[in-house]
Every structure is written in structure tokens, then in C-alpha cells.
T-cell receptor
Framework: LAKTTQPISMDSYEGQEVNITCSHN???????ITWYQQFPSQGPRFIIQ???TKVTNEVASLFIPADRKSSTLSLPRVSLSDTAVYYCLVGDTGRRALTFGSGTRLQVQP | GAVVSQHPSWVICKSGTSVKIECRSL??????MFWYRQFPKQSLMLMATSNEGSKATYEQGVEKDKFLINHASLTLSTLTVTSAHPEDSSFYIC???????????FGPGTRLLVL
């Protein structure tokens, strides 16, 4: 899996939009970009996945520029319950074991 | 969506004893499952790949005789921590590829505390 780089931590307030950017300069042509969310003492949870341009679901949006060397996870109007660690992974994340980076620890305050 | 369960959710044991952790895919079959370990404030680290009907493959540095993996059916993989020591205390998480092959589904994790 391609190596990823993302901020170690971010702080936000309730109601704000949070954007977490992940760099993946060595992404391969067939690689997908996948984001997971992990709450303390729980297993990671799939948030969103994309290949190019923009993907949106009920939880988040994923923006991927044309060169695909980075991606941005956008969480609209965060709440306290969005406090978690967010992991960006790149590759064939379905069938193969995942290599987790350090993730981004998001702290949402009232 | 697909669900992966783990049992127990937490366990406390004495040093030297063995502990078995179960990972089940509840509504889908998984010929492959993955086992991860996570220490406090750290990321998930892959321990081994569990393969139904064959031997597990272990990551470098993971003792296969200490962490026994058995994938006896298409819905169950077990991880047995043998002769557990306090340094084995950690959060153990399993995952399985989903039917769509686009993502993986993670279990809720098992917290192990060895006294």
C-alpha cells in the first residue's frame, strides 16, 4: 500500500466543517483512497472511498484532485461525537491487509 | 452492511495462562481474516493473516507459537494468546474483506489485560 501522510491532530468546534488532508504521492493507477474512523476502544469503521474527483455520502465528502497525489476528507458541521482518529489508506484496501499510518486525531469541542 | 463480531470484548487473565479470542463474520463468508494489535495511543499493527483451511501467515516479529491462529470455517477465526504476559496486554482487532471487495469490515475489538 502507498505511504500516506496526514496531520497528527486537529481541533475543531461543534458545527464547523473539518477538512483533513492526506498526501499519497506514490499512489498507483489502480489504487483507491479509503478513509476509516476509529473511536476509543472500538474497531475502525469505514467512512468513504473514492478513486477520483468527488465522492459524497451521508457521513462525509471526499475530494480527490486530478493528480490523485492527495485527498481531503470533509466532515460537515461536526459534533462532539465526531471526536475520533481518522485514517487515510491507499491501495487495494478490500482484499489485502491494511497498513495503518498514524492517523489524524480530531478533537471536537463544544 | 456486513458485520464482524469479536468475543470476548474484554478479558483479564493471569500471567502464564492462555486466552482465546474469536472473530466471526455474521452475515457473510470470509476465507481470509486479518488480526491487528493496537497499543494505547498507537495505530493498528497487522499481526497475521488468517486463511480458511490453511496456515496463517505472520508478520515479521510476531511469534507464531505464541499467537496461535485457527480459521476453522468460513465465518470463524480464532486467535489464542498462549502463556500470556503483561506485555501482551493490548487491544486486538480482526477484520474481514466484504463481499464487494472494496473495503474491509472490522470487529469491535478485544481488550486483553494480563496481570
Amino acid at each position: 500500500l502507498a505511504k500516506t501522510t496526514q496531520p497528527i491532530s486537529m481541533d475543531s468546534y461543534e458545527g464547523q466543517e473539518v477538512n483533513i488532508t492526506c498526501s499519497h504521492n506514490n499512489i498507483a493507477t489502480n489504487d483507491y483512497i479509503t478513509w476509516y474512523q476509529q473511536f476509543p476502544s472500538q474497531g475502525p469503521r469505514f467512512i468513504i472511498q473514492g478513486y477520483k474527483t468527488k465522492v459524497t455520502n451521508e457521513v462525509a465528502s471526499l475530494f480527490i484532485p486530478a493528480d490523485r497525489k492527495s485527498s481531503t476528507l470533509s466532515l460537515p458541521r461536526v459534533s462532539l461525537s465526531d471526536t475520533a482518529v481518522y485514517y487515510c489508506l491507499v491501495g487495494d484496501t478490500g482484499r489485502r491487509a491494511l497498513t495503518f499510518g498514524s492517523g489524524t486525531r480530531l478533537q471536537v469541542q463544544p | 452492511g456486513a458485520v464482524v463480531s469479536q468475543h470476548p470484548s474484554w478479558v483479564i487473565c493471569k500471567s502464564g495462562t492462555s486466552v482465546k479470542i474469536e472473530c466471526r463474520s455474521l452475515d457473510f463468508q470470509a476465507t481470509t481474516m486479518f488480526w491487528y494489535r493496537q497499543f494505547p495511543k498507537q495505530s493498528l499493527m497487522l499481526m497475521a493473516t488468517s486463511n480458511e483451511g490453511s496456515k496463517a501467515t505472520y508478520e515479521q516479529g510476531v511469534e507464531k507459537d505464541k499467537f496461535l491462529i485457527n480459521h476453522a470455517s468460513l465465518t470463524l477465526s480464532t486467535l489464542t494468546v498462549t502463556s500470556a504476559h503483561p506485555e501482551d496486554s493490548s487491544f486486538y482487532i480482526c477484520s474481514a474483506p466484504g463481499e464487494t471487495q472494496e473495503t474491509q469490515y472490522f470487529g469491535p475489538g478485544t481488550r486483553l489485560l494480563v496481570l
